[in-house]
């Protein structure tokens, strides 16, 4: 059974866009390495043609984890979430009780994360700690250096 995926509607057609690009662009040219190496004779001691067929299977095998994904997708409407606890697409401001440092982190799937924009993954350890929790609630993170202490200050879309 798959798992299912979370994501915002430009996040889900960021993957369906990386998906057409594979099965529209590179496959064919993988296809036509595969034709041109062939053209070249003996195919037992042709490298260039055991390459090409490496590729096309690496490449078949994450057209076919997209395609998975895709299919296993549900898009998430924000303006349905509940703002009272921490969810998927939450925008979480939170302090770190250690060193009363204040971070501000966005709740998102694994695909769109991406540290550079303040974007977590659900998966993470601290996006895992913090799910369920409402303003106020302080959250134990267990990190690999050992355990964090989180307090919930905000919480919006």
């Known amino acids: 059974m ?3 995926s979370y994501f915002t509607e430009e996040g889900l057609q960021k993957v369906i866009d990386e998906l057409n690009h594979l099965r529209k662009v590179e496959r064919p040219s993988i296809s036509a390495q595969i ?6 004779g003996d195919l037992s001691e042709n490298a260039e043609y055991d390459a090409a067929k490496e590729a096309q299977g690496l490449l078949e095998l994450k057209i076919s984890k997209l395609e998975t ?4 997708s549900r898009v998430v409407d924000e303006s349905e979430l ?3 606890k921490v969810l998927i697409l939450s925008k979480v401001k939170i302090k770190n009780l250690a060193n009363g440092s204040e971070m501000q982190y ?3 799937s694994e695909k769109e994360a991406n540290m550079a924009e303040k974007r977590i993954s659900v998966e993470s350890p601290i996006a895992k700690g913090l799910l369920g929790k409402k303003v106020g609630d302080v ?5 690999p250096s050992g355990s964090m202490k989180f307090k919930v200050i905000d919480i919006s879309r």
């Open 2 to 4: 798959s798992q299912i």
């Open 35 to 40: 034709a041109e190496a062939r053209d070249k």
């Open 69 to 72: 994904l895709v299919a296993n």
């Open 82 to 84: 509940d703002t009272t």
């Open 106 to 108: 966005t709740i998102v």
């Open 139 to 143: 959250a134990e993170v267990i990190v």
